[in-house]
């Protein structure tokens, strides 16, 4: 009785298993598709209040500023700029400093009571 049982359970099995394929066909064949059990909905058209409460959010959306991403090129250019900008005031900083040292007042030899130079200070000698 354990044997017809064990039998019929091997023939279910074996029938649930699917069609089987023979050696000499072609596998690259498409499978049979599965057929879905469950039908598929079809949507239905949008009622006008949602098509218009759509439209208002594409339009708060589009009102919004976006910032501009900066790509790198753009940030190399801003890099650049702010370089250059740092170099030109350096030079026109040191190119002021220039003119003002060169406006030291130089005294007339003239107006000395001696002229020369007339004592000495003796270097220290090393100990």
Request: aromatic share 2%; net charge positive; with cysteine.
């Given at each position: 009785?354990?044997?017809f049982?064990?039998d ?6 074996f029938?649930?298993?699917g069609p089987g394929?023979k ?6 064949s498409?499978p ?9 909905k079809?949507r239905?058209a ?36 702010k370089?250059l ?5 350096a030079?026109a ?10 406006k ?12 020369g130079?007339t004592s000495?200070?003796?270097s220290?000698?090393?100990?």
């Open positions: 009785m354990k044997k049982f064990d019929i359970k091997k023939d279910i099995k029938k649930t298993a394929k050696l000499t066909e072609d596998t690259s498409n049979p598709v599965a057929q879905n059990s469950a039908p598929a079809s239905h949008p009622t006008d209040g949602a098509q218009r409460a759509g439209a208002a959010a594409l339009a708060r959306i589009e009102q919004q500023p976006r910032p501009r991403l900066q790509t790198s090129q753009d940030a190399i250019r801003l890099q650049v700029k370089e900008e740092a170099e030109a005031s030079m900083s040191h190119q002021k400093l220039a003119t003002e040292g060169s030291v007042p130089v005294k007339d030899p003239a107006s000395f009571s001696v002229s130079c000495r200070v003796p220290p000698e090393p100990p």
